[in-house]
């Protein structure tokens, strides 16, 4: 099975990732896990560039995007990703507003802060989104971070720029 087979049958259910994980699976997971473990984002935001956390993720081809953009169940079931995500960044969804939940804290959620990996997991599921033609939702999600990380004052300027220009 090639790279766009594998993806997509992931994404289908029907397969898994390179540790024998389902989509599913990886939905059940705890936020613990979520922030300490590298290898999944990747499976479950596809973008054409190789990451430098996880050699064995699939890359996002032509083929793949326009598989995204003739099924809508993959794009809910990407939509179903975003939200167990926006559960980890402390934000919710209500179809495409995104907004913070009332707990939202730098305390409580890591990437309140100027910098880190999940700045750079927050880039891969904008331009993600983008790419698998969901750009309605893919600016919600921008909108709601750039808000939410300038509100708190401690997102660097670096990263929201990254976030603008995701895609």
Request: proline letters at 5%; a negative charge; charged letters at 20%.
């Amino acid at each position: 099975m090639d790279n766009d087979e594998r993806l997509i049958a992931f994404y289908r259910g029907e397969g898994f990732d390179h540790k024998g994980r389902r989509l599913e699976d990886i939905w059940a997971l705890s936020p613990f896990w979520l922030e300490h473990t590298h290898d999944y984002i990747q499976w479950l935001f596809p973008i054409p560039e190789a990451g430098r956390f996880n050699a064995f993720a699939p890359l996002l081809t032509p083929a793949v995007q326009a598989t995204f953009e003739r099924e809508a169940p993959l794009r809910q079931r990407q939509q179903q990703s975003l939200d167990v995500m926006l559960d980890f960044f402390g934000l919710t969804r209500n179809g495409n507003t995104i907004t913070a939940q009332p707990a939202l804290s730098m305390q409580t959620h890591i990437w309140l802060k100027a910098g880190g990996h999940n700045h750079l997991r927050i880039t891969r599921i904008l331009r993600s989104l983008a790419l698998c033609h969901q750009p309605d939702l893919a600016c919600d999600f921008q909108q709601a971070v750039i808000e939410v990380g300038t509100q708190h004052g401690v997102v660097s300027e670096t990263s929201l720029q990254y976030w603008r220009e995701a895609f």
